[in-house]
Antibody, heavy 123, light 108 residues
Framework: QVQLVQSGAEVKKPGASVKVSCKVSGYILTELAMHWVRQAPGKGLEWMGGIHPEDGETIYAQKFQGRVSMTEDTSTDTAYMELTSLRSEDTAVYYC????????????????WGQGTLVTVSS | EIVMTQSPATLSVSPGERATLSCRASQSVTSNLAWYQQKPGQAPRLLIYGASTRATGIPARFSGSGSGTEFTLTISSLQSEDFAVYYCQQYNNWPEFTFGPGTKVDIK
C-alpha cells in the first residue's frame, strides 16, 4: 500500500522559493505518477502538475508554468515540488498525490494523497 | 477550461438519511469524473472514479452516477463519519484537471 509523507510547514517571504518533499513508502517512486495539488485556506482544490502515467512526461498547469518544477530522487523515493517567485496568493496547503488513469488515459484521478504541507507567504 | 459546478453548496442532513450531491461540467467529460471526501485538517480521499466505480475500501453506501455533463454522488444512509466536504474532479483531457468548489454535508 502506497503511503506519502510530506515535509513540514514553511514560512517564506514574497519573492522567495519553496521546495516541498513527498516521501513514498510501500512502493517504488518510479512506478508511480506523482502529482501536486494545492488548496488555499478555506478554498477548493487546484491541480498544479505532475507526471503522465503512461509516457512519464512532466506536465504543468498553464497557471504555474515557468514558476514550478517537479522532480524526483529515485534513490530515496522522494518527489519534490519547487515553487519560485512566491506571492501572498501562494499561501496554501500543498498536497502530493498519486495519479491513475483508465483504459485510454485521457486523464487521471488521484489516490492516495500526502498529508499536506502548509506554505505561508508573508512579509 | 472546463468549469465544474457543484450544488448545493451546503447540504444539511440527519444521520441515517440519504444525501444527493450534484456536479455539473461546462462541457462533456464523458465518464472521466471522480469524487473525493475531505474532512477538516485532512487530505482529500478518493471515493469514486470513472463516474461510478468505488475506490478500494469505500463503503457501498457511496454511489456515483451520470455521464457527459451531469453527475451525482449519493450517500444512501449518512453515518457520522460522512459529514465532510465533497469535491468532484473532471479528468477528460490532459493536462487540464479541474475540481468543483465542493459541497459541505453537515448535520441537520
Amino acid at each position: 500500500q502506497v503511503q506519502l509523507v510530506q515535509s513540514g510547514a514553511e514560512v517564506k517571504k514574497p519573492g522567495a522559493s519553496v521546495k516541498v518533499s513527498c516521501k513514498v513508502s510501500g512502493y517504488i517512486l518510479t512506478e508511480l505518477a506523482m502529482h501536486w495539488v494545492r488548496q488555499a485556506p478555506g478554498k477548493g482544490l487546484e491541480w498544479m502538475g505532475g507526471i503522465h502515467p503512461e509516457d512519464g512526461e512532466t506536465i504543468y498547469a498553464q497557471k504555474f508554468q515557468g514558476r514550478v518544477s517537479m522532480t524526483e530522487d529515485t534513490s530515496t523515493d522522494t518527489a519534490y515540488m519547487e515553487l519560485t517567485s512566491l506571492r501572498s496568493e501562494d499561501t496554501a496547503v500543498y498536497y502530493c498525490a498519486v495519479a491513475y488513469c483508465g483504459g485510454n488515459c485521457q486523464g487521471a484521478w488521484f489516490d492516495p494523497w500526502g498529508q499536506g504541507t502548509l506554505v505561508t507567504v508573508s512579509s | 477550461e472546463i468549469v465544474m459546478t457543484q450544488s448545493p453548496a451546503t447540504l444539511s442532513v440527519s444521520p441515517g438519511e440519504r444525501a444527493t450531491l450534484s456536479c455539473r461540467a461546462s462541457q462533456s467529460v464523458t465518464s472521466n469524473l471522480a469524487w473525493y471526501q475531505q474532512k477538516p485538517g485532512q487530505a482529500p480521499r478518493l471515493l469514486i472514479y470513472g463516474a461510478s466505480t468505488r475506490a478500494t475500501g469505500i463503503p457501498a453506501r457511496f454511489s456515483g452516477s451520470g455521464s457527459g455533463t451531469e453527475f451525482t454522488l449519493t450517500i444512501s444512509s449518512l453515518q457520522s463519519e460522512d459529514f465532510a466536504v465533497y469535491y468532484c474532479q473532471q479528468y477528460n483531457n490532459w493536462p487540464e484537471f479541474t475540481f468543483g468548489p465542493g459541497t459541505k454535508v453537515d448535520i441537520k
